[in-house]
């Protein structure tokens, strides 16, 4: 069994990583780990698996297929992209563990990419057609679109998100 790591440095909230696409961030780590292991064909990779929290912006629908394409693997290599908030990278990592132990493959790329300052302000739809009571969302942090039971339920911390 081998295992290799890498990662991006880490960046700060509208640091100097803020212009980089989340799914060019992704690439750039999955292309750099390719190139590190240049003795494993890029069509020997059984899925690419990485968590994303937020998948509001460009890190929307499934940024791992995007980003292992950017990368350089080949269109027949799968991408799969979990969301566990904040562990969604150690997630993709379980994930990629146990479709190992399963056989359903034996080699995967896996972990998480996140572009926090990237996050774009959303819009819900109008309750009604016509409607004018659509609320603006910043998608960076925290949650939106919240169900209003789970404010009457007090299931929401408002010291985290409200």
């Known amino acids: 069994m081998r295992i290799d ?7 700060s909230y509208k640091g100097s990583l803020s212009t980089v696409r989340t799914d060019d961030l992704g690439a750039h780590v999955i292309r750099e780990l ?21 998948q509001a912006g460009e890190d929307n629908r499934n940024v791992a297929r995007m980003a292992l394409l950017l990368a350089g693997l080949p269109f027949t290599v799968p991408g799969e992209t979990v969301n566990r908030l904040c562990s969604s990278g150690l997630s993709a990592m379980i994930h990629s563990n146990r479709a190992i ?6 080699l995967f790329i896996a972990g998480g990419v996140e572009n ?9 739809k109008a309750s009604s057609a016509f409607g004018n009571d659509a609320k603006m969302y910043d998608s960076s942090f925290g949650w939106r679109f919240v169900n209003q039971k789970m404010h009457d339920a007090r299931l929401i911390w408002h010291r985290w998100y409200g």
């Open 5 to 11: 790591g890498i990662r991006t440095p880490i960046g």
């Open 34 to 54: 390719v190139k590190r292991n240049p003795n494993i064909p890029l069509d020997a990779y059984n899925d690419v698996i990485m968590g994303c929290a937020n």
């Open 101 to 106: 132990k399963a056989d359903d493959g034996d």
């Open 116 to 124: 926090m300052t990237r996050g774009p302000y959303v819009v819900a």
